[in-house]
């Protein structure tokens, strides 16, 4: 089965500071991998993906996220982070098994931005 | 272009009722998929629909829990009886027929009284 892991609970760093957001992947196949941001009370937004081609993956935000197939890691990334940055993220894998086209969820990682 | 559009935003419902929550895909979108978050936890896939047909019901609960993707209107996802556990956030999401593009609603915030 896919499968996501995102070791961190939570994440703090200061405005201006540079961020990383852990996921490690575990699959059959080929990785499709992607990052999702959800804001209190707010659906999930999508931030970026990783399909193939180049290992860094840039997206939405000024986030970007490297794909890492020998530590098999999709690390969520931004140089300079912002206090609006706090938020919930989460790393999904597609999960094609039983015919369907379903996303495989971490359990999220909480990221705090502070001044 | 609206996205995917879900309602109601909230429900609360008291234990025995049912709910129904609907979702509404993108335009051009014929797949929807629903996922259930409950507090302080990730996303669980529950079922995938197309049109008239389910397709990926392995993380749907065997018993009171429904969905349905009609030929005309919203997907529903209905719950007979509920309990306080079913207490969670359901989201919705619809992507095409290749599956990229997947785009999340707002979701429904269901509390069981």
């Known amino acids: 089965a896919q499968s996501v892991a995102q070791p961190e609970d939570q994440v703090n760093v200061a405005e201006g500071n540079p961020l990383t957001v852990k996921c490690t992947y575990s699959?059959?196949?080929?990785?499709?991998l992607f990052w999702y941001v959800q804001y209190p009370n707010r659906g999930l937004q999508f931030l970026l993906k990783?399909?193939?081609?180049?290992?860094l993956v840039k997206g939405s935000y000024g986030f970007e996220a490297e794909f890492n197939k020998s530590q098999t890691s999709f690390h969520l990334k931004k140089p300079s982070a912002l206090v609006s940055d706090s938020a919930l993220y989460f790393c999904?894998?597609?999960?094609?098994?039983?015919?369907?086209?379903?996303?495989?969820f971490g359990t999220g990682t909480q990221l705090k931005v502070e001044l | 272009n609206a996205g995917v559009m879900q309602n109601p935003r909230h429900l609360v419902r008291r234990r025995g009722q049912e709910a129904r929550l609907r979702c509404s895909p993108m335009?051009?979108?014929?797949?929807v998929y629903w996922y259930r978050q409950l507090p302080e936890e990730g996303l669980k896939f529950m079922v995938y629909?197309?049109?008239?047909?389910?397709?990926?019901e392995s993380g749907m609960p065997k018993e009171r829990f429904s969905a349905e993707f009609p030929k005309e209107g919203p997907s529903i996802l209905r719950i007979q009886q509920v309990v306080r556990g079913d207490s969670a956030a359901y989201f919705c999401?619809?992507?095409?027929?290749?599956?990229?593009?997947?785009?999340f609603g707002s979701g429904t915030r269901l509390t069981v009284v």
């Open positions: 999401a619809s992507s095409p027929p290749d599956g990229y593009g997947y785009t």
């Open positions: 699959v059959s196949g080929n990785p499709y």
């Open positions: 990783y399909i193939t081609g180049d290992n």
């Open positions: 999904a894998v597609r999960d094609l098994t039983g015919g369907g086209n379903k996303l495989t």
């Open positions: 335009k051009g979108h014929s797949h």
């Open positions: 629909l197309q049109k008239e047909n389910i397709i990926d």
